[in-house]
Structure formats: C-alpha cells, structure tokens
C-alpha cells in the first residue's frame, strides 16, 4: 500500500484522521493546487466536525473535478459525512459503494469495501456486516485491509460465541496471512491466542507450532513459558487438572532450560541463564515444588557465583517460608554487610523479635542510621519514650536533619495523647507552616480552639494553603459550638477560593447541615 499523508498536506489537520481518511501521497501530487485547496477546506471542516459543511464541500470538489484523480478520495470523505452524521445507509449506498462503482482499481475503493462492512457492523447488522468482511477478503486477500477484515469476522465470531469459526480465522491469520509490517501487529496477537487456546486444550505441540510463525529460539521459548504459566496457574485451582498442571509445567522447564548457555563467559550469556533460573524456579514455585525451587536457587549461586541478588533472592525464599534462621545465614554471606544486617533485622521485626532487632541496629557502625532505625522501630512498636530518647539523641549525632527528628518527637508524643508536649515539640520545628497547623490540631483535641484559631490565622498568609486553612477555622469554630462564626468561615471559603475542592465541600457542607445555599462565588442565593 503507498503511503498516505499523514501530517503535512492538508492544512495540517491530517493527525486527526486515521489511515482509512488519508489521502495517498501519489494521488495528491498529481492534483493541481486549486484541486488541492478545495480539499483543504474541506478538510478543515471535517476535522472540526462540521460534517454537514464538510460533505458540501467535498460535493463541490467533485461537481467541479469530476475528472481529478482526487475524485475518488472526495467520494469517499463524502461517505465519511454521511456516517459520522449517522446517515448510515447512504454512506454505504452512495458514498462507499459509489467508490467502487466508479473507481473500482483505486485504493479509496479497498477502503471503501471495508468501510461498508465496518458500517453494517457499527449499526449492529452483523450478517450483513460478516458478508462484506468476506468480500473483502476475497476481493482483496493480498492487502492490510483483509487482515483488518479478517480481525473483525473474529470479533464478529466472539460475539456469536462460535468456536469453529474463532478458530479457523485464527488458524487463517497465524498461517495463511502473508505478514507484512503493516498486519504485523495483528498476526502475532493471533498467534498468540492460538497458542493460547491450544495450550488450554493440552495440545502443547500445535502452540508451539503456532508460536514458531512469529517467534524463534530463546524468543519462543520465553513466550511460551508466559502463556503455559497462566494456564498452569488454571489448571492448579481444581483437583481434577492438578496434575496436568504440574506436566506442562515440567515440559516447559524442559524447554526453558534450553536457554541456559554452556559457557557463560560474558554478561549477556549470564543474564540469559539468570533469567532461565529465575523462570524455573517461577514454575516450581506455581506448582508447588519448593524443595526443587530451594534447588533451582542454590544450582543457579554455584553456577553463577555468589550476589547479593542471587543471595537476597535465597533468603526472600526462607522468609516467605519463615525460615527465618535460614534467612538470616544467606544474609550474613552478603558482600553488602550493612544492607545484609539491615535485612537480618527486618527478619527479627518479623519475627516480633525487637529487642534483637535493635541489638542489631545498634551495632551498626553508621550511628545516624543505626539510631534512626532503632528509632522507627520503637515508634512503630508504641515504645514512644523509648523512640523520644532515641530521637533526642539523632538531634545530638545528626544536626543536618535536626528539625525531622523534632518533629518525630512531636509524632510520638501525639500519638501517646502528651498533647501540650507535642505542641512544644512542634513548636520548635523550622517548618511554617506544617508545624502551625499541627499544633493547632493539637489544641483543638484539648478543645483549646482561642490557640487552634490563633494559630490557624496566622496561617492564613501562606496562600498555597489558604484554602484549607480557612475550612479548618470553621471547623474549630463548628467544634466550638460557635455557629454564626463557623457559617462565615464556610462562606467565605466559598467566595475567596471558589475554584478548589475546599470550596465544593464548603458549600456541600453548608447546605447538608445548615440548609444554607450559596454559589461558590459566596453570595446567598434567593
């Protein structure tokens, strides 16, 4: 098929057509400039979606060159208007079917013959829109346009549930359609449904047969291992096609295996038989098998060598089995010894095991890191006096980051109701202003709310936060029982931000609770 313009030729609104609206680069060469400009405004339109415009003016394209070579493509876009206007049938009568009639050796009439199937399809006449898709294909078996009819005769058959014909369309395009880059895309999804249902079937010889027409080797392989592990996945969830699962899962760890190099004696060569162990181990893990997925793992480090990778994924292994002190012995092999005694503590949390968590922590030789993690760990574990020393010692060791530990201070004594200590704590944060608001919040839970509005107030300057801070005065105010007072902070949350999601919730809020309606500009409606 020759190439159609895509972007440049007319009027510079072709990105808004698709290729079966496009005219071709050789058809609008031969035009002459009056010829083209007439086009141009035609096109104009269209793409605007003036339809009705756009069908007069490529009708007068064609009273006024008939005889262009242009004529056919005007014909066709006339047909476009009529279906985009929804006048369906005459699209089909007198505009696609008028292309063919007229221009049957022209490329406008291939498409023609598909849009006229793709019409009766879109208006749900499904044997009148399969017929069509078949002309197509008969007419024009050599061209892209057959394997998109042929792609669409599918859906038709998926829609009709008939299997047979699901079948030997897919079976038609995975070995019977000449692949070219333009159908490229649909034969390989072909395949690869065919593959699909071949293998949900238990015939593993014909996917792979299937897959051989678009994938080879390594390529192959690895595809295959995708389909046959969803199906395995299937067969796995019932006890009557448990063990046809674990078969196919053998034969393509079989095939996979394949992909592991003799000699590994470069990078891409290691990759390629990392990924085939990591393949392997997947399918035992899928059926089951982790005294093979234990074996996959340790063949894979002795072959290999040692990582920390490979290591870390050893011990993920121990850990999701909670063999913790399994875990911890691959961890202690890490090259890595920090990220290693990092891990080896995350299995003691696990194990709710704190205290040798930290023991763990502590004994690391980056004290900021060690203490902040011990840190962490008391907070996350409500030991917040413990977590409070802790971070007052990170204030002492690591001044960079001074006001993150102040602020932690504050969290833990919030979150252990200590509520003046952790406005105290806040209020020694350089961080205006996120520490304000949360002191504010602090003293509305003490029902302080004359310090909550004080504070809230001066916040009000900060505009990137205005809008929130203004719904959180009347909601100190609501708290309060300070209702005249709330209801004016609502409103005008409602008229000086009535463009943010505080101001829609304002006004909802004003409504729901005080049947009180106002537009988001703030004034009162009658």
Same mark, same amino acid.
């Given at each position: 098929?020759?190439? $159609?313009?895509?972007?440049?030729?007319?009027?510079?609104? !072709?990105?808004?057509?698709?290729?079966?609206?496009?005219?071709?680069?050789?058809?609008?060469?031969?035009?002459?400039?009056?010829?083209?400009?007439?086009?141009?405004?035609?096109?104009?339109?269209?793409?605007?979606?003036?339809?009705?415009?756009?069908?007069?003016?490529?009708?007068?394209?064609?009273?006024?060159?008939?005889?262009?070579?242009?004529?056919?493509?005007?014909?066709?876009?006339?047909?476009?208007?009529?279906?985009?206007?929804?006048?369906? &049938?005459?699209?089909?009568?007198?505009?696609?079917?008028?292309?063919?009639?007229?221009?049957?050796?022209?490329?406008?009439?291939?498409?023609?013959?598909?849009?006229?199937?793709? $019409?009766?399809? @879109?208006?749900?006449?499904?044997?009148?829109?399969?017929?069509?898709?078949?002309?197509?294909?008969?007419?024009?078996?050599?061209?892209?346009?057959?394997?998109?009819?042929?792609?669409?005769?599918?859906?038709?058959?998926?829609?009709?549930?008939?299997?047979?014909?699901?079948?030997?369309?897919?079976?038609?395009?995975?070995?019977?359609?000449?692949?070219?880059?333009?159908?490229?895309?649909?034969?390989?999804?072909?395949?690869?449904?065919?593959?699909?249902?071949?293998?949900?079937?238990?015939?593993?010889?014909?996917?792979? =047969?299937?897959?051989?027409?678009?994938?080879?080797?390594?390529?192959?392989?690895?595809?295959?291992?995708?389909?046959?592990?969803?199906?395995?996945?299937?067969?796995?969830?019932?006890?009557?096609? /448990?063990?046809?699962?674990?078969?196919?899962? #053998?034969?393509?760890?079989?095939?996979?295996?394949?992909?592991?190099? #003799?000699?590994?004696?470069? /990078? !891409?060569?290691?990759?390629?038989?990392?990924?085939?162990?990591?393949?392997?181990?997947?399918?035992?893990?899928?059926?089951?098998?982790?005294?093979?997925?234990?074996?996959?793992?340790?063949?894979?480090?002795?072959?290999?060598?040692?990582?920390?990778?490979?290591?870390?994924?050893?011990?993920?292994?121990?850990?999701?089995?909670?063999?913790?002190?399994?875990?911890?012995?691959?961890?202690?092999?890490?090259?890595?010894?920090?990220?290693?005694?990092?891990?080896?503590?995350?299995?003691?949390?696990?194990?709710?095991?704190?205290?040798?968590?930290?023991?763990?922590?502590?004994?690391?030789?980056?004290?900021?890191?060690? &203490?902040?993690?011990?840190?962490?760990?008391?907070?996350?574990?409500?030991?917040?006096?413990?977590?409070?020393?802790?971070?007052?010692?990170?204030?002492?060791?690591?001044?960079?980051?001074?006001?993150?530990?102040?602020?932690?201070?504050?969290?833990?004594?919030?979150?252990?109701?200590?509520?003046?200590?952790?406005? #105290?704590?806040?209020? =020694?944060? #350089?961080?205006?202003?996120? @520490?304000?608001?949360?002191? !504010?919040?602090?003293? =509305?839970?003490?029902?302080?709310?004359?310090?909550?509005?004080?504070?809230? @107030?001066?916040?009000?300057?900060?505009?990137?936060?205005?809008?929130?801070?203004?719904?959180?005065?009347?909601?100190?105010?609501?708290?309060?029982?300070?209702?005249? &007072?709330?209801?004016?902070?609502?409103?005008?949350?409602?008229? @000086?931000?009535?463009?943010?999601?505080?101001?829609?919730? !304002?006004?909802?809020?004003?409504?729901?609770?005080?049947?009180?309606?106002?537009?988001?500009?703030?004034?009162?409606?009658?």
């Amino acid at each position: 098929m020759a190439a $159609s313009l895509a972007a440049l030729t007319l009027a510079g609104t !072709a990105p808004a057509l698709d290729f079966l609206e496009q005219i071709e680069v050789e058809t609008f060469a031969e035009m002459r400039e009056v010829e083209r400009y007439q086009l141009k405004v035609a096109e104009k339109h269209y793409t605007k979606g003036e339809y009705r415009i756009a069908m007069d003016e490529y009708d007068k394209f064609l009273t006024l060159y008939e005889k262009s070579p242009g004529a056919p493509y005007a014909q066709l876009m006339w047909g476009h208007c009529q279906a985009r206007l929804r006048f369906v &049938n005459t699209a089909i009568r007198d505009g696609f079917q008028s292309v063919i009639d007229y221009w049957p050796d022209s490329t406008e009439a291939v498409h023609a013959s598909y849009l006229i199937a793709k $019409s009766y399809d @879109n208006i749900g006449q499904a044997e009148k829109a399969e017929a069509a898709y078949l002309r197509t294909v008969n007419d024009y078996s050599t061209h892209h346009i057959a394997t998109l009819a042929k792609v669409d005769l599918l859906h038709l058959a998926k829609v009709k549930k008939d299997e047979k014909k699901q079948m030997l369309l897919l079976a038609d395009l995975t070995y019977d359609t000449e692949r070219t880059e333009a159908n490229r895309g649909h034969v390989v999804n072909a395949t690869r449904e065919l593959a699909t249902r071949h293998v949900y079937a238990g015939e593993y010889g014909e996917a792979i =047969r299937a897959l051989e027409t678009s994938y080879k080797d390594g390529e192959l392989v690895k595809v295959y291992n995708d389909i046959a592990g969803r199906a395995i996945s299937h067969f796995l969830r019932e006890e009557k096609t /448990e063990a046809k699962g674990v078969e196919l899962s #053998d034969s393509v760890i079989g095939m996979v295996g394949t992909l592991i190099p #003799d000699v590994l004696d470069d /990078e !891409a060569k290691r990759a390629a038989a990392r990924d085939a162990y990591y393949r392997i181990a997947g399918l035992y893990g899928t059926t089951a098998r982790p005294a093979k997925v234990l074996e996959t793992y340790e063949k894979m480090i002795t072959i290999l060598g040692e990582d920390d990778g490979l290591l870390g994924t050893l011990a993920k292994f121990h850990r999701g089995r909670k063999h913790y002190d399994k875990a911890r012995s691959v961890y202690r092999r890490f090259k890595n010894k920090v990220a290693g005694l990092l891990a080896i503590a995350e299995t003691f949390v696990e194990e709710e095991r704190y205290d040798e968590a930290i023991a763990v922590y502590a004994g690391l030789e980056d004290q900021v890191l060690g &203490n902040g993690k011990i840190a962490k760990l008391y907070q996350d574990i409500g030991r917040y006096d413990e977590a409070i020393a802790t971070y007052k010692t990170l204030i002492e060791i690591d001044r960079d980051n001074i006001d993150s530990h102040r602020w932690q201070i504050g969290v833990c004594y919030e979150s252990s109701d200590r509520l003046h200590n952790a406005i #105290d704590a806040y209020s =020694r944060v #350089d961080d205006f202003p996120r @520490n304000f608001l949360q002191m !504010a919040s602090c003293h =509305r839970r003490l029902e302080e709310y004359s310090r909550a509005l004080a504070l809230y @107030n001066q916040c009000k300057v900060y505009e990137p936060r205005a809008p929130e801070v203004f719904m959180l005065i009347a909601k100190t105010y609501e708290e309060a029982g300070q209702r005249e &007072n709330a209801i004016r902070a609502y409103q005008l949350t409602c008229k @000086n931000y009535p463009k943010t999601k505080e101001a829609s919730q !304002a006004h909802s809020h004003l409504q729901s609770k005080y049947d009180i309606n106002v537009t988001l500009g703030g004034a009162k409606e009658e």
